[in-house]
């Protein structure tokens, strides 16, 4: 857990307003940054952002804007600058001796998070890996200070640097983790195997959408459920009987814009009970301004895992925080999305689409969990008829 007995951290968030995008769009990313920061455990005191083509190479951001950061870092008694993407290892040491302060960027607090958030002696491993793999072409210039002393005559040759040591320590961690993970992906692989054909859902959406809240709800358990990234990071499964149809529900981890490459390589073993199950379930917060842009970011990484293909029922879940402004009869502006009541996103591309089904719930308020379990239902029940051809499912859906 996060500690909270000690005095936050106070941050700034920095992020570029890249051609063509608007600046609606990049406040959406500032304000998800704005929320792994404060996931992490610090206070995001001011955001700043500036329109370039491409990051400077230098400094990511202009001298100008690095003088104006350099000014509020002083002046405000501030401890670390987020960047709203990765930085490479010479924009980090030419920032922080701009600014004298900490620099992070998105993926380092990522990391950071996850390291926290690891619960179990498998998610530690996957976390431990990333790290270093992120760690590892950028000790230039840091002081990273890891066991120094191997044992052993002769295994320090002669005029080693301090960091060519560094190197070679976390090289050989990073292969003894490698060899403990593929340890325990034998493993989840034998007791995936053991469930035999038993149909496997697996709940997939982007993070801190309620997918653990609807997991306690579909198999009555007590999954760790809570409104921060990132609160699941293992893969719990549960057994759910609906009507006379058993299956295996699947809680897996959030995912989100920009996840690390190596987060994904290290979740590899999480991330095959989604490759290996029958049925997804993608949830979408629909209350959130930029569902769509969510939903987009889970289907590429479906379709990066080589799922996109799979059977998939969308549900559109917080139906009770959704929100939206009333156009005025006389307004002759073009009608938004943000004039859209959910009765008229109902009638748009997400109940028509005819590669998947759609159903909107409120897991916090129970509202239409009956119609999710009854098409829960029928969709596994497809399933079962193919696969057990002898199997007689009850007449109708029975609660």
Known sequence: MIETNKPRERAILIGILYHGQDESEVEDFMDELSLLTETAGAEPVKRFTQRL???????????????????????NKIDIAIFDDELTPSQVRNIEEALGCRILDRTNLILDIFAHRARTAHAHTQVELAQYQ???????????????????????????????TDRRVIRDRISLLKEQLKKIDTQMATQRKNRGKTIRVSLVGYTNVGKSTIMNLLSKSDVFAENKLFATLDTTVRKVVIGNLPFLLSDTVGFIRKLPTDLIES????????????????????????????????NNTLKDLGVSEKPLIIVFNKIDAFSYTVKEEDDLTPVLKDNYSLSDLKKTWMSSDKHHLTVFISAKTKENIEELRKLLYEEVKKIHVKR??????????TP
Do not use: C
């Open 388 to 397: 057990y051809p002898f199997f007689t499912p009850l007449n109708g859906f």
């Open 134 to 164: 992120y760690l590892l072409p950028r000790l230039t210039g840091m002081w990273t200070h890891l066991e120094r002393q191997r044992g052993g005559i002769g295994l320090r040759g002669p005029g080693e640097t301090e960091i060519e």
């Open 267 to 298: 979740f590899k073993s999480t991330l095959d009970e989604v490759r290996e199950s029958d049925l997804l379930v993608h949830i979408v917060d629909i209350s959130h301004p930029a569902f769509e842009e969510q939903i987009r970011v889970v």
């Open 53 to 75: 083509d491409v990051p400077n190479p230098r400094t990511f951001v202009g001298s100008g804007k690095i003088q104006e950061l350099t000014l509020f870092v002083s002046e």
